[in-house]
Every structure is written in C-alpha cells, then in structure tokens.
C-alpha cells in the first residue's frame, strides 16, 4: 500500500466512525424560565430576554445570513411582521454569524425584524440549539415561543423555512395570544 492510498484509507475511517453532526444539548422544557441572555442586534443595540417580559416573543434559531434556507424563513418573517404586532409578538431571530453579517443580511434582504449575534455560541447551547459540525458549529434550525411571563410556551424542533412563520402565527393563536 502506498502513503496516499493509506491515507485515504484513514481519512475515510475517521469520517465514517466519527459522527457529521453530534447532536445539541438538550432544549428547556415546556413551561420553564427561558434562559436569560443579552445579545448584541445588528443594529447596533443589545437585547436582553428578561426586559421583554409582558410581550409575547418568537426566538427563532438559524444555520446561517444568506443562505437559501434562511433567506425564504427571514422574508416570511418579514412579510408576516403585521401579524406579530397584532399578536403583540416580538421576533427575534439568532445565528453564530457576527453583528456585521447580521447588519449585511438585514439591509441587503429588507429584513424589519432583529437578528442577534451569537458569536460564542452561548445562546444557541443553552436553548439546545447548536449543532456541531465537523467544521463547524452552528446554530439548529429551532424556534421557541416565550410567553409574557417569560415561560416556553412552544418548541418547534422540526422546522420548514417555507410554512414556518404560519406555523408559529397559529401557534400563537392557539395560545391566546390575540393582542387584547
């Protein structure tokens, strides 16, 4: 056998015995405190959980700014922003992508909504949502719908970018969350 060939034999076992994707810790519970944090926004502001108390809030988690995925679930977002402020619902949306991506997706793609830098991956650990990749680690395509009182009120862990914003609009319904 020759060097290169033992090689590939050895890369090839390593990328079949060790997993792609291992999976994230796990999420909160229905019906716990969500984990506080204070994120930096691509605005330029910082937004603390806790001080959003008393409004409803869509904590959306997402792989990565302008990717296919991503883009369509964002516009939705977007396009569906009057039903959220009907709902009295607050959208928040975090990557690991830095305030700058953030920044650059937001005005290249009309997003009116803010998305949080999770730059050290803390946030997205503690709501288990981060998924580790060979190369990387990246945020799990997750959303959690904290009630006023700062409570999990949903998770959804399957997620479809096309359907989702409609998805959470009913769930906020079912919720009572009316905005009266």
Known sequence: MNTSSG??????????SWPLIAGATEMPALGSVAPDFTLPAHDGSKVQLSALRGAWV??????????????IEAHNFAKDQPEYTKRK?????????SVDS??????????????????????AAAYGSL?????AKLAARHTFIIDPQGKIARVFADVKPTVHSREVLAALDALGATGK
């Open 89 to 97: 619902a607050i959208v928040l949306g975090v990557s690991t992508d």
């Open 7 to 16: 090689i590939l034999a050895f890369v090839t076992m390593v990328l079949i």
């Open 58 to 71: 869509v904590l959306y988690f997402y792989p990565k700014d302008k990717t296919p995925g991503c883009t």
């Open 102 to 123: 953030h920044k650059d997706f937001c005005a290249q793609e009309g997003l009116t909504f803010k998305l949080l830098a999770d730059s050290e991956k803390k946030v």
């Open 131 to 135: 998924n580790n990749l060979v190369v």
